[in-house]
Structures are given as structure tokens and as C-alpha cells.
Nanobody, 112 residues
């Protein structure tokens, strides 16, 4: 059974940092591209960042320079380091594998 499990969300003040983790099981992790997406209330789900199986990365314009995606194939885990967080980063964050599997999401709230 394929599972993607996110963790690391929470409440943080503007300008703060969080690191999200996405742990995968049931897939050949090293052969998969993984991406992070987010969905804010009343808005469509959007791509935040992605990483290919070779480690090439891409970012949405709104997070480039603040967020960093990385992967540890030995741990079957992808990370999203989020710095200089803004209130508009508030959303549920999901990871997604190129095999078409979504995680359950983790809430990130940026507020003073």
C-alpha cells in the first residue's frame, strides 16, 4: 500500500521558519519525482515546489528564494524548508508522488 505522510506543520509568526517532511512507503522512492502543493481556504491547490528523481528542483515564483525542497532517498523522505514565512503562506500543504498519490496534508498557519 502506497502512503505519503506529511508532518511538521504548525503555527508560526511572520518571518519564522518551519520544515515539513513527507515520508513515503510502498513505492520505489528513488525513482519518483515528489512535489509539494498547498491549498488555502477558498483557493485552488497550487504547486509550491518539486524535485525530480535526479534532484533537479523547481519552485513557484511566490516561494523561490524562501523555500527549499530536498530529498533523502535513504529515508524515503522529502523535505520542504520554509523560511521568511508570510501570512499568505497559510495553507494545508500536501506532498504528491509522480505515481499519483497524495498525502493527507499538514496545516501551516502564519500569524502573529
Amino acid at each position: 500500500q502506497v502512503q505519503m505522510v506529511e508532518s511538521g506543520g504548525g503555527l508560526v509568526q511572520p518571518g519564522g521558519s518551519l520544515r515539513l517532511s513527507c515520508a513515503a512507503s510502498g513505492i520505489d522512492f528513488s525513482r519518483n519525482g515528489i512535489s509539494w502543493h498547498r491549498q488555502a481556504p477558498g483557493k485552488q491547490r497550487e504547486l509550491v515546489a518539486g524535485i525530480t528523481r535526479s534532484g533537479r528542483t523547481n519552485y513557484a515564483d511566490s516561494v523561490r528564494g524562501r523555500f527549499t525542497i530536498s530529498r533523502d532517498n535513504a529515508k524515503n523522505t522529502v523535505y520542504l524548508q520554509m523560511n521568511s514565512l508570510k501570512p499568505e503562506d497559510t495553507a494545508v500543504y500536501y506532498c504528491y508522488t509522480s505515481e499519483g498519490i497524495w498525502g493527507q496534508g499538514t496545516q501551516v498557519t502564519v500569524s502573529s
